[in-house]
């Protein structure tokens, strides 16, 4: 099981960035996937995530209606965009996967069985 994710960098508040999260190694299509984020002495805060089939999507608080996840299954890609950014979300995004449902929603979605590496995110004030 692989999962890459790519597009973090450095904006300006109020900017915007792309997530990409590319998978491999499962069945794609069977996973929920998730978008989690560490920022520097936080808790980890799980923000989005995209059932099996787009049936269903979580978003935190935090980030509702200024985050959108979609998820490409002919390509195995999970996206996250992201707008509107604030200084307060700085931190390194990971994009997780598993096939239970009850992962896919709140602080669950950093216990998904399946994690990458991380982008880093830098917002500027």
């Known amino acids: 099981v692989q999962l890459v994710e790519s597009g973090g960098g450095v904006v300006q508040t109020g900017e915007s960035l792309r997530l990409s999260c590319a998978a491999s190694g499962f069945r794609f299509d069977d996973y929920n996937i998730g978008w989690f984020r560490q920022a520097p002495e936080k808790e980890r805060e799980g923000i989005s995530c995209?059932?099996?089939?787009?049936?269903?999507?979580y978003y935190a608080d935090s980030v509702k209606g200024r985050f959108t996840i979609s998820r490409d299954d002919a390509n195995d890609t999970v996206y996250l965009q992201m707008n509107n950014l604030r200084p307060e979300e700085t931190g390194v995004y990971y994009c997780s996967a598993d096939w239970r449902n009850y992962y896919c929603s709140g602080s669950s979605v950093s216990e998904m069985a399946y994690r990458g590496k991380g982008t880093l995110v830098t917002v500027s004030a």
């Open positions: 995209i059932t099996s089939g787009s049936a269903a999507t």
